[in-house]
């Protein structure tokens, strides 16, 4: 009798030692055949479809029994030569094709797959518009696009260097068309042109560049000439036809040319009060009745500096007997 009463006194006192212990405790789920909480790992990815290059980021939803201690997830990506992903979920994407990226947690698995599709080829794209100066002027470079698909839209950032490329002055326009205005003093310099697209191409942005000549000094602007008259004619009178020349050096000199035959031979443009050519800036002319033509004219204008330019304008007549 006395030994069982020793026996169940050592073990109450062991069960004692055992509950005043501190050392830390951890409540756990039902347990796997290893022995590891149970945990149920859902991976979440966005984008689901990555452009190439791009990234996004994955993360692992986690479902537990209440009191499950979970582990941080191990991350891993089944084709890391198409997407691959770190430690911290955030996925890249290297290649086209698809992989699926997974999550352990406690011994548990979750997956996700994304895709990363073919792209479209990059822009070809040119700059148009002069190489090299030699006149005073605004001046003006298109941007061309060969490889457009239907609705895609492109966005353009047009930069300006004067120091050969060591530094630029950017988004100097950001339309398809960049205009400069050059006189005597002006430095050459250098256009660099981004296209951006909006479909779906690898890489997304193309960037070309052009150099541009700039003589100095310049010579004077241009000359241009336009001229302003009546379209239509169909009431007996006097009309008259007015040339406004641009550029060159003022001052000017005027001679004016008739066409009966769609342009292709001219001839003086006689005064129709006198028989000698109009030698003035505007020129004066009188339809009777009964007239019906179509007539060209022309002005042959000169500046002082010896550039020639003409300028044009169509007439139709048809004026009724009176």
């Known amino acids: 009798m006395r030994t069982r009463m020793l026996r169940l006194a050592a073990t109450s006192l062991a069960l004692l030692a055992a509950g005043c212990t501190d050392a830390p405790q951890r409540l756990v789920g039902p347990q796997k055949p290893n022995g590891d909480p149970y945990v149920y790992v859902t991976v979440h990815c966005l984008p689901t479809t990555l452009g190439l290059g791009s ?24 084709n890391p030569g198409v997407v691959e992903v770190n430690g911290q979920g955030y996925i890249h994407a290297w290649n086209t094709g698809s992989a ?4 352990s947690v406690n011994g548990s698995i979750g997956s996700q797959t994304v895709v990363v599709p073919t792209p479209l080829p990059p822009l070809s794209i040119s700059i148009s518009g002069p190489t090299s100066i030699t006149r005073e002027g605004t001046y003006s470079w298109y941007a061309q ?6 609705g895609e839209t492109v966005t353009y950032r047009w930069d300006v ?3 050969g490329g060591a530094t630029w002055t950017q988004g100097v326009s950001t339309s398809a068309v960049y205009s400069r205005s050059l006189a005597s003093g002006s430095p050459s310099f250098q256009l660099r042109l981004t ?14 560049s052009k150099a541009v000549s700039v003589a100095n000094p310049l ?3 241009q000359l241009t000439v336009t001229v302003a008259g009546p379209d239509n004619i169909s009431v007996a009178g006097t009309y008259t036809w007015t040339a406004y020349p641009s550029g060159g050096v003022p001052g000017y000199s005027y001679v004016w040319e008739k066409s009966t035959d769609g342009g292709s031979t001219w001839t003086l443009l006689l005064s129709s009060r006198y028989t000698y050519p109009i030698y003035t800036q505007t020129a ?3 339809f009777g009745c009964g007239t019906s033509t179509r007539l060209n004219y022309r002005a042959k204008v000169t500046s002082s500096d010896g550039q020639v330019a003409y300028g044009y304008r169509s007439t139709n007549v048809y004026i009724p007997s009176c």
């Open 161 to 163: 260097s004067t120091d």
């Open 100 to 103: 699926e990226i997974f999550a």
């Open 145 to 150: 696009e060969s490889n457009r698909v239907s």
């Open 195 to 208: 296209s951006t697209s909006s479909a779906y191409r690898y890489p997304p942005s193309t960037t070309i």
């Open 55 to 78: 990234s996004g980021s994955c993360w692992a939803e986690v479902s537990a029994p209440t009191g499950t201690f979970v582990e941080p997830p191990i991350w891993w990506s089944s």
């Open 219 to 221: 010579l004077p602007p």
């Open 284 to 286: 004066e002319m009188y």
